[in-house]
Each structure stands twice: as C-alpha cells, then as structure tokens.
C-alpha cells in the first residue's frame, strides 16, 4: 500500500515527483504530498485526494527552487485520509514518507510523548520520523540505523535531514523499495513504474538495507558495511503503462489478455518440461490472498483430478495457522505483485518448514519470486487497474499448464490453439456485457451460484462485480444456497447459475430452479443452450481451459455495470492494488 518515490539531481524535482505519484496512483489514492529541500528551507505540501489535487495545490503556491524531494501518495492504515495524517510528515530535522506499518507505534509514541515529543498526526509514519530525530545528533545513517533496530513492522522509508541538501537517505525493511540510476540523478520508489520515464536503470535492495543517495553517486549499507548491489535493466516500456486509448486500465487490460494467452501458449507448448515437475509431490498446498485465492481453487481442482493432495488456503488464515506438512509437500504461492504481505509471510512458513515453494507471479524482481525455490512468472505486463483481471486470468492458465505437464492430451493442445481467438471473440461481445450491465445496475444484491470450477469461477466474478461497481454480490456452491442464504432471494434478485461443467450440470439447474421458483431472476452462463431468457453461451473447451472462456465474460459484466454506475473503475474505494500491510 502507499506508494513513494525520492528525486536528487538536476530536473525540478516537482515534475518527476509528481508523474512519478500518477504512476504510483494504483497503490493508494486517499491523500498525497510532497517535500522539497533546498540549502535554506524545506517545503511541505500536502491535500487530500488525489495526485491531480495535489498538483492544484502546487500550482497554485510559491514553491522553492530545489534539487531533490520526496513524495508519497496515501492508502490510509493509521488515521484518516486528511491533510495532517497524509505524507511527508515532519519532526525537528527529520521529514520522511513511508510505505508499510508500524507495528509498535503506539507504544514507541507513549514513550517519545515522555520525552518530550509532541505529536500531530494520528499516523505511525509521525512516529517513525519522531524517533530518528530523536536518536539524530548530526550523523543521519547512525540514527536512522539506531532507529530501525527499534522500529518493527514492514517498511520502507524516504527520509530528508534539514542539515543536508545534497543527500536523501532511505532504508528497506520488507516493504519494497529500490533505488532507480539516472545521469547525474538518483530515485528512490515502492515501484519502478514510477520511474520508468526517467530510467530503465534500477537497483533492488534487501531487507534492513540504508541507502545514501547524492546526485552522482549512491551507497547501499547493511549496519557498517558498505555493500555491492548490481545496477539491473527493466525491460517495461512506457508503453506499458499507458491506457492505449481505452478509457480505463481495466478495459485495456482485459482486451490484452488474448495476446498474453497467446505469448504463453507459445512459450510452453512444446516445452512444458520446462515447467517444474509438481507431479512428484504427495501433497500441495497453494495459498493466495483475493482473486489470486479463487485461482488457487482452480487450480486445487486441476491437480486434485492428476491424483494429488491438494489444500487451498487463504494466505491471511494459512500464515498462523498449525499447517501439517508432509514429508513431500509443495507450497504454491500465486501473486501478482508478489509483494502481498499475508502471501509473503504463508511463503516464509513454508520456507522455515523446509518446505518447496513455488512462485506464481507477474513481477520478477518481487519478494516472493525472489525467495521461493522455483518461479514461473505470468508474464501479464505491468496490471494497474486495482481489480486485477488478465493476471488473474494467466494465473488460472499457468495452473492449467503445469497440471498438464507430462501428459499427452491431444484435445487440450487443439484447444490451446483456438483459445486466443475464442477468447478475442468472447470480450468482443460488449452488447452482451451492456445488456446484462443494465439489468444489473439498480440491483443491491446479486448471486453467483455454480459447482466445482464454476463455483470457483462464480467466486472471482462476484469479486470483481462488488469490488468495482458496489452492488452487493455473493457467490455460492449450488448446492449450499438452501442451506441458509436462500432466503434473500426475492421477487427479481438477479442469480447468475456459471454451468460449464457436463458432469454435475443438471445438480446446477437443480439448484437454479429453486431460486426461480422463489422470485430470482437467472442469468445463466454455460456451454449448452438452455430454455432462459438471459443466456450466455461459451465455447466448450477442455475442462482445464474452460475458465479462461469464462471469467472474461464476468469481468466485462462487471466493468461494464461500474461504468453505467459511473463508479471509479481503475481505483475502487478503499482498495490498493498491492496489499503490503497485513
Ligand atoms: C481483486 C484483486 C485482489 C488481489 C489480491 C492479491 O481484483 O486484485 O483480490 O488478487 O489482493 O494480490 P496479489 O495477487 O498481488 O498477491
């Protein structure tokens, strides 16, 4: 959550700070600031709201001339989304803006309240601030070296000393952050994608590490020694991180998602070797958070048929809890970011337990791609809509391939070669989605019902209706409904029956009559016609590529429902695109 970002070198530093915020807009839309230090003063500017709020602000005061800043854009954890709460915050010399928590804030805040220390802001970013002051005493490295042996939590900080004009300092405790290498100028970020107009050049850094950056030279520490960090090349392009003339990053990322499919099956179709071997496992257990949960429970399914052990798990659950593992068990950790803290901290159990980990993810320098034994990257490009839909979507494939390793399966490689142009043909259908967006619009709730995948599938698509459009939305085994949940349906409440799977398709029907008969109105999407009036018929693939003609569909439902609601489709409320608090 949050994002931040730190500029020392020759350009205004407001210009790179501020595109370098909309680029980090994704991870926290709530407030926003800035600092800029020249040798005479420091310059705080801070708003509610968003970046472009923000850059009102700017426009309309006087601001310093100055040759670095640091900047940060805000999804609030410690008090509300306000002016005094939101970044940088300041405390005698020391202005910093921080990405993460502060687990024992409260307690460190009674403490320098003791000693003096007023506090502002109900934040435990103040606190942070408040003790490098504290342990300041004209050496920046020392006290913040002093200060992050107290601090716990994860976090990553920018940090500005008033003596110093010439130097931003950082450190990295978990959340991420990196150092970006330009001519004669020096950033810090939580995200290269902040950066990527200015340098492709970057330097990841590890957990604990304090970094001191001038204009022309940077040094990475870990406690006393100065140490060697590689200077990497990204190969993202702006391109990437621009909406390509679509009104939103959701819809331009949905309609990638043929070409990414594509990009796959063309990677791995006759190199599925090259995929890790999760067959000589006895047990797996595959452990996500969100959408990259229900892909899991996709994926639980594909395996559980190739005769494995499989448990799911919802990273947040699985980190504490007594997980049994055999004398053979992978552990899959799937994420986009990479960067989830639940995700991270199930990742690190496993590890502790010595067990296998494999990573399912889309950003290759990310925590979690980087501490598992064995990755298999999504390859999804960078995904800033909030609502993730084409990872999710290769999430589900990558989960697909690997259960299919080792098998010939005629079938399934005749439908790999159709399936991108199914799936082209599938999210052409906007009429459809817009009909049906509609009928939703005015609803306040609305059920998903299926079996299997397709309740798995159910599950991600009432996800990403509630998330974007609001409407309360949940999602049900077919079965399940009448034990309880049955008696919300009234006369009209839209249920959507998800009915790909041939083996247990009449159970679903079964169960889709009994909410009709109780007044629900049915939209039913399948592979076979059906007598209702609202049907949406897919093409039939092979069982572990059906989803991926599938939750599309439902993802185009729900973008088009939020855009008639006139929802904020790319940044919902509330919500962040990578979760790095726990
Ligand atoms: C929903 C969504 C979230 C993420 C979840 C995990 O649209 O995007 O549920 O799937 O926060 O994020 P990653 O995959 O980055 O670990």
Not at 214 to 232: A, M, P, S, T, W
Not at 439 to 467: P, T, W
Not at 542 to 547: T, V
Request: hydrophobic share 35%.
């Amino acid at each position: 959550m949050c994002g931040i970002i730190g500029y020392i070198g020759d350009k205004n530093p407001v210009d790179v700070l501020i595109k370098g915020l909309k680029n980090l807009e994704y991870r926290g839309y709530d407030s926003a600031g800035i600092a800029l230090k020249n040798e005479e003063e420091i310059q705080i500017i801070k708003s509610v709201g968003k970046i472009s709020d923000l850059e009102e602000k700017i426009k309309n005061t006087n601001i310093i001339s100055s040759h670095m800043g640091i900047a940060h854009t805000r999804w609030a954890t410690h008090g509300k989304p306000n002016e005094i709460n939101a970044h940088p915050h300041k405390v005698g010399k020391i202005t910093l803006v921080h990405n993460g928590i502060i687990e024992n804030a409260e307690e460190l805040k009674r403490e320098l309240q003791e000693k003096g220390i007023v506090f502002q802001s109900d934040t435990d970013t103040e606190v942070a601030a408040a003790l490098i002051h504290f342990y300041y005493q004209g050496n920046m490295k020392e006290a913040i070296e002093k200060a992050s042996k107290v601090l716990k939590g994860s976090y990553a900080l920018g940090i500005i000393c008033d003596d110093e004009s010439d130097t931003l300092y950082a450190i990295r405790k978990e959340s991420p952050l990196i150092i970006g290498v330009g001519e004669n100028e020096h950033f810090i970020t939580s995200d290269i994608g902040a950066i990527l107009n200015e340098t492709k050049k970057y330097v990841l850094l590890g957990k604990d590490e304090v970094v001191v950056l001038k204009k022309d030279e940077f040094h990475v520490y870990q406690g006393e020694n100065e140490i060697h960090r590689e200077i990497l090349e990204s190969s993202a392009s702006e391109e990437e991180i621009s909406k390509h003339g679509y009104e939103h990053y959701m819809m331009k990322e949905m309609m990638e998602e043929p070409v990414l499919i594509n990009q796959m099956i063309e990677k791995y179709q006759n190199h599925m070797e090259s995929l890790p071997d999760i067959k000589k496992y006895k047990t797996i257990h595959i452990v996500g958070c969100g959408s990259a949960y229900y892909a899991g429970m996709i994926g639980k399914n594909f395996f559980e048929e190739e005769g494995i052990k499989v448990e799911v798990e919802i990273a947040s659950e699985y980190r504490y809890r007594n997980v049994i593992y055999d004398e053979n068990t992978l552990v899959i950790l799937i994420s986009q970011s990479g960067e989830t803290a639940d995700t991270i901290a199930a990742m690190r159990k496993a590890n502790e337990n010595h067990q296998d980990t494999l990573a399912i993810v889309n950003v290759e320098s990310s925590t979690i791609a980087r501490e598992c034994t064995y990755q298999v990257l999504i390859e999804a490009n960078k995904e800033i809509a909030v609502a993730t839909t084409k990872a999710y979507l290769l999430q589900v494939f990558v989960l697909s391939l690997l259960s299919m390793r080792g098998k010939q399966d005629e079938k399934y490689l005749e439908d790999l070669h159709q399936l991108p142009q199914q799936l082209k043909v599938l999210l052409d259908k906007t009429g459809y989605y817009k009909r049906i967006a509609d009928q939703l619009c005015n609803q306040e709730h609305v059920f998903f019902i299926g079996r299997k995948n397709d309740y798995a599938m159910s599950l991600e698509g009432s996800l990403k209706l509630k998330e974007i459009s609001y409407i309360h939305s949940e999602a049900y085994p077919a079965g399940e409904l009448k034990h309880g949940t049955i008696s919300l349906i009234e006369e009209g409440t839209i249920v959507f029956a998800i009915v790909t799977d041939d083996t247990i398709q009449d159970k679903t029907i079964s169960n889709l009559e009994e909410v009709i008969s109780r007044g629900a109105k049915p939209i039913y999407i399948g592979c076979n016609a059906s007598s209702y009036e609202e049907q949406f018929i897919v093409p039939k693939v092979h069982s572990r590529l059906q989803p991926i003609l599938v939750v599309p569909a439902l993802q185009m439902i729900a973008y088009f429902t939020a855009q008639k609601r006139g929802c904020n489709i790319d940044q919902p409320k509330n919500l962040a695109k990578s979760v790095t608090v726990e």
